[in-house]
């Protein structure tokens, strides 16, 4: 069984940062990948960043892409999100997920992680 357990958000000015964690547990090897995802209420789940476990390759969404870096401890088994220069636009809730076995990319597509976390809430405030 895998768990992935996020931490990190909370609330922020625009213009402030903030630092998200996803440690994962339990029977991971199979994954290349994690990816952040996000939700703003009442709009749908959309892909922030992605990274692969072995080689650190990144893919990012446009809207984020400059502003939040993605990175991984193997040793830990955790990904961060490092997020700088918030806007209001960036509120909603953060899941991490483990990728699929057999994608060895970064995807920015849902179908390709079959594990998510909890959810972290991340509020910037105008």
């Known amino acids: 069984q895998v768990q992935l357990v996020e931490s990190g958000g909370g609330l922020v000015q625009a213009g402030g940062s903030l630092r998200l964690s996803c440690a994962a547990s339990g029977r991971t090897g199979s994954s290349y990948n994690m990816g952040w995802f996000r939700q703003a209420p009442g709009k749908e789940r959309e892909f922030a960043a992605a990274?692969?476990?072995?080689?650190?390759?990144?893919l990012y969404a446009d809207s984020v892409k400059g502003r939040f870096t993605i990175s991984r401890d193997n040793a830990k088994k955790t990904v961060y999100l490092q997020m700088d220069s918030l806007k209001p636009e960036d509120t909603g809730v953060y899941y991490c997920a483990l990728g699929a076995a057999g994608y060895y990319l970064p995807t920015q597509y849902t179908e390709r992680y079959n594990y998510w976390g909890q959810g972290t809430q991340v509020t910037v405030s105008s």
């Open positions: 990274i692969s476990w072995r080689s650190g390759n990144t």
